[in-house]
């Protein structure tokens, strides 16, 4: 199931959840045999986690958690018992031993032992730190007991990868589920036995296991929703138009044109225009140049990136042309941006 929100979360993670190492990066590595022209298989090789969080939570009824919006994306696992997760204006939904939930950055939820039952902002909360980055957390009364593994993880330049961006709220992989829940379930397994039986080497076991899950978990949803036909996923998924996408986003410097783009994977420069517009649903050099602005407002808002530097990461020759396509594109001067003195045009 994959449920949608006006509102976006995270998980029980206690405040002060400590920050993965400088340079700590998580990559899947695609087997060998995958096939070399697959653009999903390279959007997800270049999807990079870091700083991932562990926390096993230990829960008596009545319980409820509450999860504000946080910067990172947040993962529950059932390990035993029972639980339903919350969302504003959403009717509640259960969630049984064995199901996956992945909460996309930025919503807001909570997880209780029944609807209704109040959740308390997991920040107020007394947890035990047992590791460098995994807690343990203890909460309730002294009804039905529910184990939950729940953690988070922060995507490497979340602006640089669309899969971020399109995430839906949450995605509910159920323990039942066939397909790409098969091979997850032994992870989940793996998972719940390290929550069930703390061993030494737990912690690291656990947070790789995270890593891996929620690369499954953002698999099995790309299986999804990319089968209506329509939308950005499915021009990924077009052999010819998904190359090219990936080498706009991978290479937003490079100085492409509509011919070398279509050269690049060789088709004519009027059937790849044609296409690529009817499939992306804009023609192939404003979607860069929009891709290009997405990227600076982000350098320029949340990483304070000078605007010289923004211009010549994005290959322009100058700063003032960097300035000037900016302003044309966004409505406001990129100066403004980075001092968060200005809102955005919505359709850049």
């Known amino acids: 199931m994959i449920s949608r929100s006006s509102s976006l979360g995270a998980p029980s993670l206690p405040v002060g959840a400590p920050a993965g190492r400088p340079g700590e990066t998580s990559v899947l590595h695609e087997p060998t045999w995958t096939r070399p022209n697959d653009a999903l298989t390279e959007v997800l090789r270049d999807l990079r986690l870091v700083q991932s969080f562990y926390c096993h939570s230990e829960l008596t009824a009545p319980w409820g958690l509450g999860l504000p919006a946080e910067d990172h994306a947040v993962f529950h696992f059932v390990a035993d018992g029972e639980a339903w997760l919350t969302q504003p204006g959403i009717e509640p939904v259960r969630l049984e031993v064995g199901d996956f939930l992945l909460v996309a950055p930025g919503v807001e939820h909570g997880v209780s032992s029944a609807p209704g039952v109040p959740c308390r902002n997991v920040h107020e909360l007394a947890y035990e730190t047992v590791g460098g980055r995994t807690m343990l957390l203890r909460h309730g009364g002294d009804g039905r007991r529910t184990v939950l593994a729940c953690g988070g993880v922060r995507f490497e330049d979340p602006a640089a990868h669309p899969l971020v961006g399109l995430m839906p709220d949450v995605l509910h992989i159920r323990g039942t589920e066939d397909g790409e829940a098969f091979l997850m379930r032994h992870m989940l397994a793996a998972m719940s036995s390290e929550s069930l039986n703390p061993r030494p080497g737990g912690t690291t076991v656990m947070l790789r296991l995270a890593d891996i899950l929620v690369i499954h978990a953002i698999r ?129």
């Open 220 to 348: 099995w949803w790309i299986d999804r929703a990319a089968s209506d036909g329509s939308g950005w996923l499915e021009a990924l998924r077009d052999p010819q138009i998904g190359r090219a996408l990936v080498q706009i986003h991978q290479q937003p410097e490079r100085d492409w044109t509509v011919a070398a783009l279509a050269g690049s994977v060789h088709m004519s420069r009027s059937v790849f225009s044609d296409r690529f517009a009817a499939l992306v649903g804009a023609p192939p050099l404003l979607y860069l140049t929009r891709w290009r602005m997405h990227l600076a407002a982000r350098w320029l808002r949340e990483d304070r990136t000078s605007l010289g530097d923004v211009a010549t990461r994005l290959g322009y020759e100058s700063e003032p042309s960097f300035s000037r396509a900016f302003k044309r594109h966004m409505g406001v001067p990129p100066g403004a941006v980075r001092r968060g003195r200005a809102s955005l045009r919505a359709h850049a």
